[in-house]
């Protein structure tokens, strides 16, 4: 199950999966968007659930996962990757009150929602991956990266709380950093930007290994997708 889909990491988190075979259950607030990354999917031969909705809104959610469960039963995986930056760079003391409030009502809210929405199917079978996607803005202020920093912030706490609350199920949840890379998300904080940006495609060898039984041990740790590499046959650095 992947949140936010339709593009950036999100479209490249469903590619390399559809490549390796998984069932997926996909979501996005633009159909348009959403449309043509099924049909990519389709054609590599995926079964794929694709559901347009706001998963910050719990009926959304609700029905997101009902269909994802109805399909392919309870979710073995799930990725919150929906988020948003909000208006642009700007200081805190700049910053609209209104779109304050939205950035953090968004990026905060869907992975509590959507987590919560799919923990019974993962604990009543006694296993499960959540991994939540977070930034270097989590754990470092940086100057006009606003509330989407501080969102960051709150979701590097909340997936160490889910973690301890977990830790006697079999369900696991983590978190990964997936850099710096070549989105809209990226143009729109850094629209300046004049150094090379890795591809969203290149560097998932942390999405792999925690969507695997590899990671089984795995709780409550916060990884670097770009530091990150992956012995299939054996452990990782």
């Given at each position: 199950?992947?949140?936010?889909?339709s593009?950036?990491?999100?479209?490249?988190?469903?590619?390399?999966?559809?490549?390796?075979?998984?069932r997926?259950?996909?979501?996005?607030?633009?159909?348009?968007?959403?449309?043509?990354?099924?049909?990519?999917?389709?054609?590599?031969?995926?079964?794929?659930?694709?559901?347009?909705?706001?998963?910050?809104?719990?009926?959304?959610?609700?029905r997101?996962?009902?269909?994802?469960?109805?399909?392919?039963?309870?979710?073995?995986v799930?990725?919150?990757?929906?988020?948003?930056?909000?208006?642009?760079?700007?200081?805190?003391?700049?910053?609209?009150?209104?779109?304050?409030?939205?950035?953090?009502?968004?990026?905060?809210?869907?992975?509590?929602?959507?987590?919560?929405?799919?923990?019974?199917?993962m604990?009543?079978s006694?296993?499960?991956?959540?991994?939540?996607?977070?930034?270097?803005?989590?754990?470092?202020?940086?100057?006009?990266?606003?509330?989407?920093?501080?969102?960051?912030?709150?979701?590097?706490?909340?997936?160490?709380?889910?973690?301890?609350?977990?830790?006697?199920?079999?369900v696991?949840?983590?978190?990964?950093?997936?850099?710096?890379m070549?989105?809209?998300m990226?143009d729109?904080?850094?629209p300046?930007?004049?150094?090379p940006?890795?591809?969203?495609?290149?560097?998932?060898?942390?999405?792999?290994?925690?969507?695997?039984?590899?990671?089984?041990d795995?709780n409550?740790?916060?990884?670097?997708?770009?530091?990150?590499?992956?012995?299939?046959?054996?452990?990782?650095?």
């Amino acid at each position: 199950m992947i949140t936010g889909a339709s593009k950036g990491l999100g479209r490249a988190l469903a590619m390399k999966f559809a490549e390796i075979g998984a069932r997926l259950a996909i979501c996005a607030r633009n159909p348009e968007s959403l449309k043509e990354v099924e049909m990519e999917l389709k054609g590599l031969g995926a079964e794929v659930v694709a559901i347009v909705a706001d998963v910050s809104d719990s009926r959304d959610v609700d029905r997101f996962v009902s269909v994802a469960e109805e399909a392919w039963g309870a979710v073995d995986v799930l990725f919150n990757n929906a988020s948003i930056f909000g208006p642009g760079p700007r200081l805190l003391a700049d910053y609209p009150e209104a779109d304050f409030l939205e950035v953090l009502r968004i990026n905060t809210l869907n992975p509590f929602l959507v987590t919560k929405r799919v923990l019974p199917g993962m604990v009543s079978s006694g296993k499960g991956s959540i991994v939540n996607i977070t930034s270097e803005a989590g754990k470092t202020g940086f100057a006009e990266w606003g509330a989407y920093g501080i969102s960051k912030f709150a979701v590097e706490g909340m997936t160490q709380t889910w973690a301890d609350e977990l830790s006697d199920t079999g369900v696991r949840i983590n978190m990964i950093d997936p850099g710096e890379m070549d989105t809209e998300m990226h143009d729109k904080a850094v629209p300046d930007c004049d150094y090379p940006l890795a591809s969203p495609h290149d560097h998932l060898d942390a999405f792999l290994y925690l969507a695997s039984d590899s990671s089984s041990d795995e709780n409550g740790e916060r990884f670097q997708a770009q530091e990150f590499k992956w012995n299939r046959g054996g452990g990782h650095e």
